[in-house]
């Protein structure tokens, strides 16, 4: 990681939720999972992603006592999972644990077209 990269994850919780991910001006890429044996290798990815796409998505991470909730209200079976909002609608979502290559094949997938449908405007502003 080089310096600063701390900085470019942003730590979701409460007070924050609407203004960071639902009024964002760049797709969220939000990861929720609790911490323990795994995180460590998946925050590392995470800021690793960070770092990667700065200039066009904004990485997040839940708060830990914000995951069964978030959970319920998304639907989420199980941990960890990457969510990419854009505009605070979930455009996608991968359950599980995850390597750069696939992450960055989700991203990619994911971010091709903003709405996911070509025939909306191609900004994300």
Known sequence: MTPGAD???TFINNQNYNAEV???GKPVLLLCMPKGPDFSGQSILLHQVAEKYK???K?????????NG???MLHIKGTPVYLLFVRGKEQGRM???AGEEQLTAFL???LSSPDGDAGEEASWE
């Open 7 to 9: 900085s470019m994850v």
């Open 22 to 24: 639902d009024r964002a």
């Open 55 to 57: 200039n066009t998505v």
């Open 59 to 67: 990485v997040c991470l839940l708060e830990e006592e914000l995951i």
């Open 70 to 72: 978030f959970k319920q």
């Open 95 to 97: 359950l599980g644990m």
């Open 108 to 110: 990619s997938r994911h």
